[in-house]
T-cell receptor
Framework: AQTVTQSQPEMSVQEAETVTLSCTYD???????LFWYKQPPSRQMILVIR??????QNATENRFSVNFQKAAKSFSLKISDSQLGDAAMYFCAYRRYSGNTPLVFGKGTRLSVIA | NAGVMQNPRHLVRRRGQEARLRCSPM?????VYWYRQLPEEGLKFMVYLQKENIIDESGMPKERFSAEFPKEGPSILRIQQVVRGDSAAYFC?????????????FGPGTRLTVL
């Protein structure tokens, strides 16, 4: 079974600075998808960024980028120019490549942004 | 284009009562996933449904829990004879079912409190 591990329960960052959230996963498959979801205090799950394992290029969405290391099974999220609105729980998630399959989530990292 | 709708947003039940949670997928989506989030945990998959069919219920407890997605109307997650351990946030996500590149969009969740 696939597992996702987020080893940092909590992180903090100064406003305008950069922070990196870690995620590792375990799978025997070669093709899959990886995601970062944001959950603000409203509890709404918001998709931040997505990476296809067959793509070598790291995904980027504005201030959010990932460092995908397939051999190491590592998928970290970098947030640049942090803003107060970035404060939230961040969840790393895995999904198999084939068909319509459920997401496997890590336990999350709570990010605080200090003004 | 409305997103995924869930109701109620908050539900309080006494032990032994029944809880019914509703999920209306995004327009054009025919695939629904239910996840449960216990306090301070990530989301855990429960069940995956298409219209009138349960595709994967491997994450659903064998007793007291059931789910349906009728031809007309929302998907329903039913919990019979609730216990305190059922207190959690229940999220549903929908997708169009177009295969591997399909993205799951989440509703705002229902927070169930069992007294």
């Amino acid at each position: 079974a696939q597992t996702v591990t987020q080893s940092q329960p909590e992180m903090s960052v100064q406003e305008a600075e950069t922070v990196t959230l870690s995620c590792t996963y375990d799978t025997s498959e070669s093709d899959y998808y990886l995601f970062w979801y944001k959950q603000p205090p409203s509890r709404q799950m918001i998709l931040v960024i997505r990476q296809e394992a067959y793509k070598q290029q790291n995904a980027t969405e504005n201030r959010f980028s990932v460092n995908f290391q397939k051999a190491a099974k590592s998928f970290s999220l970098k947030i640049s120019d942090s803003q107060l609105g970035d404060a939230a729980m961040y969840f790393c998630a895995y999904r198999r490549y084939s068909g319509n399959t459920p997401l496997v989530f890590g336990k999350g990292t709570r990010l605080s942004v200090i003004a | 284009n409305a997103g995924v709708m869930q109701n109620p947003r908050h539900l309080v039940r006494r032990r032994g009562q029944e809880a019914r949670l509703r999920c209306s997928p995004m327009k054009g989506h025919s695939h629904v996933y239910w996840y449960r989030q216990l306090p301070e945990e990530g989301l855990k998959f429960m069940v995956y449904l298409q219209k009138e069919n349960i595709i994967d219920e491997s994450g659903m407890p064998k007793e007291r829990f059931s789910a349906e997605f009728p031809k007309e109307g929302p998907s329903i997650l039913r919990i019979q004879q609730v216990v305190r351990g059922d207190s959690a946030a229940y999220f549903c996500a929908s997708s169009s079912g177009t295969g591997g590149q399909d993205t799951q969009y989440f509703g705002p969740g229902t927070r169930l409190t069992v007294l």
